[in-house]
């Protein structure tokens, strides 16, 4: 059961644009979700995360909106840059109950210059 | 560096080999993660040890695989017998319970490949 689910799978966008990726999961004991970004080759590094009892979260040119009655959060990634392009993965956990992440499908961004 | 270190970087071995890779987590952190990616996939949780006990064990931690956390540093994850399906990569991650601190740090992650 696929608890995370991702879209859009790839996505393209101008240097100067926002890139928007958007999270849905089903569990409703989770309770924490980070943001990670992925470059080929290596392990996932943390971006940014949100508990539920806030809606918006912003760290720089990075933010994450979310709704807990749709059970759906997302990344805005402002001014996108070549540097950008990378995989983002949501994800998400359970504190009370060993904290492991249930990680989405992935989404392959492309800025291009 | 005091981040995530994992040792080899990338192993190749023959089906049926046993191989073994360690994990250095963040000198302060209690917990430490196990997961496997494959490609074009998300990270897909293993196994996961507090100090040196090991808490939970996902249902894809077949019996080949077994996993160690001596003295709650370090740890060890061995595939015996290891088959074609366990290509990927293992992520290690490391994180502080308590004080408020949920973050998961990963290693630069260790690619097998069975052939």
């Known amino acids: 059961q696929q608890q995370v689910k991702q879209s859009p799978q790839s996505l393209i966008v101008q240097k100067g644009g926002i890139s928007i990726i958007n999270c849905a999961y089903e569990?409703?004991?989770?309770?924490?979700f980070p943001w990670y970004q992925q470059f080929p080759g290596k392990g996932p590094a943390l971006l940014i995360a949100i508990r539920p009892d806030v809606s918006e979260k912003k760290e720089g040119r990075f933010t994450i909106s979310f709704n807990k009655s749709a059970k759906q959060f997302s990344l805005h990634i402002m001014d996108s840059q070549p540097g950008d392009s990378a995989t983002y993965f949501c994800?998400?956990?359970?504190?009370?109950?060993?904290?492991?992440?249930?990680f989405g499908e992935g989404t392959q961004l492309t800025v291009n210059p | 560096d005091t981040g995530v270190s994992q040792d080899p970087r990338h192993k190749i071995t023959k089906r049926g080999q046993n191989v073994t890779f360690r994990c250095d987590p963040i000198?302060?952190?209690?917990?430490l993660y196990w997961y496997r990616q494959t490609l074009g996939q998300g990270p897909e949780f293993l196994t996961y040890f507090q100090n040196e006990a090991q808490l939970e064990k996902s249902r894809l931690l077949s019996d080949r695989f077994s996993a160690e956390r001596p003295k709650g540093s370090f740890s060890t994850l061995e595939i015996q017998r290891t088959e074609q399906g366990d290509s990927a990569m293992y992520l290690c991650?490391?994180?502080?319970?308590?004080?408020?601190?949920?973050?998961?740090?990963f290693g630069p992650g260790t690619r097998l490949t069975v052939t």
């Open positions: 994800a998400a956990s359970a504190l009370t109950s060993g904290s492991r992440l249930t």
């Open positions: 000198s302060e952190h209690n917990r």
């Open positions: 569990n409703t004991a989770f309770d924490y």
């Open positions: 991650a490391s994180s502080l319970r308590g004080s408020g601190g949920f973050e998961q740090y």
